[in-house]
């Protein structure tokens, strides 16, 4: 019965209007805040840990917030998997670095973009495949109706979903050598068996994956970083160039964006 209930829902929740979802989802994520479950007992350690300089009061703050955008997140998903690219698309207010992505393509090395969980990850692979053909991994999920719904949500337009092997692997490359443009969530902690190196974020060791160096040593592609952030009317797409150290060989060896310091923000209540 669960099984059917939860895409029934996400179907249901589809149909309502973007902002009435941001509601539902700032609502949803103040009552997660007040049960003081494992989100919220995860979510304060975690920004203790990652700034240490904010006083007790701004940690908090920020651990609720940090709640109430993860539901607003999954409260969108819906919406961005059921309705049409020209759906989402008039939803997008405004574009950060659309021709920096359209330079990099035009170089025909491919393009591997980074798109960590900050704002809203769901609106960067219809972006990106509105562009060019996107190649992205898919991890297929334990409610087959659930993972029915989401797959179908996410290959829609020109995009292919790899499957988290070998072979998916495989198509990331033969996606980068055709030019087109390969998209990882590079902020997942990889499986023991896919191997990572530890590396610090935000002053923390944190085991990170060597997927990414593969991909840019192997094929010679340009890379850039994209997010797709919440603002009012809609979602800003923006899309940032890579520090010129992701290019090198030495694996631990990582730079971070000041400015994606706050992907902790959004990633903390997922782990």
């Known amino acids: ?7 029934l829902l996400v179907k249901a929740m589809a149909q309502l209007p ?10 949803i994520g103040r009552v997660v805040w007040w049960m003081n479950g494992r989100s919220a007992k995860v979510t304060r350690t ?3 840990l990652c700034f240490p300089e904010l006083t007790p009061a ?22 961005i998997w059921r309705n049409s690219w020209a759906w989402l698309d008039s939803n997008i207010v405004a574009k950060e670095g659309d021709e920096l992505l359209r330079a990099k393509l035009a170089a025909g090395k491919g393009v591997l973009v980074l798109a960590p969980h900050h704002g809203n990850w769901e609106v960067v692979a ?5 562009v060019a053909n996107l190649t992205a991994m898919y991890q297929p999920l334990e409610n ?5 719904l989401v797959l179908a949500g996410r290959s829609k337009l020109n995009i292919t979903m790899a499957p988290t092997n070998r072979k998916g692997v495989m198509m990331l490359f033969k996606a980068l050598q055709g030019g087109t443009i390969v998209g990882i969530l590079p902020d997942q902690v990889p499986a023991k ?8 974020f935000m002053g923390q060791p944190a085991l990170t994956m060597t997927l990414v160096q593969g991909l840019i040593q192997r094929t010679g592609c340009a890379v850039c970083s994209c997010y797709a ?18 290019y090198s060989v030495q694996l631990v060896h990582l730079t971070f964006y000041n400015q994606f310091t706050s992907v902790i923000v959004i990633t903390i209540s997922l782990l």
Do not use: C, W
């Open 1 to 7: 019965m669960k099984n059917h209930l939860a895409p």
């Open 18 to 27: 973007l902002g009435l979802l941001r509601s539902i989802g700032s609502t």
């Open 46 to 48: 975690n920004i203790a």
């Open 58 to 79: 701004e940690q908090i703050a920020l651990s609720k917030q940090s709640l109430q955008e993860t539901a607003k997140t999954a409260m969108e998903a819906g919406a």
């Open 126 to 130: 219809p972006y990106l495949a509105s």
């Open 144 to 148: 087959p109706k659930m993972d029915e």
């Open 193 to 200: 068996d896919a191997g990572g190196e530890v590396a610090p």
């Open 229 to 246: 952030e919440r603002v009012p009317g809609g979602f800003k797409i923006v899309v940032m160039d890579a520090d010129a150290a992701i």
